[in-house]
């Protein structure tokens, strides 16, 4: 650094004797600027001129010893805020089928980023192929099978069991009767099995029109038109032989969710099986098919099973042995005014 500033000194003093002769000569002086910019004097230097400038590269004029200044990084990149994803840019990669979900993706405009989303499972497209109606003694039987993925289901019904009573005919004449299939027992029969008020393996259903008031055909069982679009607690009577009130089943709906249990009036009351099952409309129930059994006591959403519709056919049954004198057991009497209200739900 010595060396260098001696040298700075050693041509400022011969610029200095350069100038005082050209003076003395009347020559013109040299300059001791760059091209383009004034000396101390603020003359303009001829074109081609050479100067030395104030500060040599890499120095600072306040502190010549100092390091040379690090270039400043330049800023980096900054991302775009937002991810911009069509509504319309969908790309199906996978096809859904009712065995399962599918898939579909939407790239970024922006960045090229991917995101995926599931497509649900498609619902079977049921066929039936055997439809037996329960009789007293035999179950019934529904085979159906898919049309899309040939998946087969059966689905079996309980016998209904003998509804013995005494009729009475013409003559004064009673006999022991199955008020379904017209069985009679013979009296000696009758009169060796178990006293008449007691009623074995009887169809217990939900309040409402029967079956054979809403489709025809022979079976007396009532099914349940339910609206679920609202929340609240709804409770229907449980009806035995037609006759009896023998509990209440009620459905509880919340957050679009729906749970469905029943109560018996009667700790005597003895169950043999129960079934609950939800119709789409009278066509289903009339065919019988795309009816869906659930669970009672535990939560269920029937729109993931049958969409937006709201207004469903529910049907409970029961099979149970109870007796009529228990005095916890009620003679049902009908409410045509809340058949016709049930009956407004499947309009």
């Avoid at 500033?5 to 000569?25: D, H, I, M, P, Q």
């Avoid at 013409?170 to 029969?189: A, F, K, N, S, T």
């Amino acid at each position: 650094m010595k060396f260098l500033l001696a040298c700075l000194l050693a041509v400022a003093l011969l610029f200095g004797a350069a100038r005082a002769a050209a003076e003395e000569s009347g020559a013109e002086a040299p300059v001791s600027v760059v091209d383009g910019a004034q000396d101390a004097e603020g003359t303009e230097p001829a074109a081609g001129d050479t100067a030395w400038p104030e500060n040599m590269p890499g120095e600072d004029a306040d502190d010549p010893g100092a390091e040379p200044a690090a270039p400043e990084d330049p800023e980096p990149d900054t991302p775009h805020e937002a991810h911009v994803f069509p509504e319309d840019g969908w790309t199906v990669r996978k096809e859904a089928t009712c065995l399962e979900a599918g898939e579909e993706f939407c790239v970024c405009a922006v960045c090229g980023e991917e995101i995926t989303r599931e497509i649900p499972k498609k619902d079977h497209v049921w066929k039936v192929l055997t439809l037996q109606e329960p009789t007293c003694t035999e179950p019934g039987v529904l085979v159906r099978v898919c049309a899309e993925c040939a998946l087969e289901d059966r689905q079996e019904t309980p016998a209904l069991g003998h509804i013995f009573d005494w009729v009475e005919d013409d003559r004064g004449h009673r006999e022991y009767q199955c008020v379904i299939c017209g069985l009679v027992e013979d009296m000696e029969e009758a009169e060796e099995a178990p006293p008449a008020n007691i009623l074995y393996n009887n169809t217990i259903t939900s309040f409402g029109p029967t079956t054979r008031e809403l489709i025809g055909g022979t079976v007396w069982n009532r099914v349940t038109p339910l609206d679920v679009s609202e929340a609240g607690v709804y409770t229907y009577p449980l009806i035995a032989s037609n006759r009896y009130t023998v509990g209440t089943a009620t459905v509880v709906v919340e957050d679009g969710w729906q749970t469905v249990s029943y109560q018996l009036n009667s700790d005597r009351i003895l169950v043999h099986s129960e079934s609950l099952v939800f119709y789409s409309d009278l066509d289903a129930l009339r065919a019988g098919t795309d009816g869906q059994a659930f669970d009672f006591d535990q939560p269920i959403r029937l729109t993931d099973t049958f969409g937006k519709d709201t207004r469903l056919i529910m049907g409970i049954t029961l099979k149970a042995d109870y007796d009529m004198d228990d005095p916890m057991i009620r003679w049902f009497s009908g409410d045509d005014e809340q058949i016709a209200l049930m009956n407004d739900l499947l309009d």
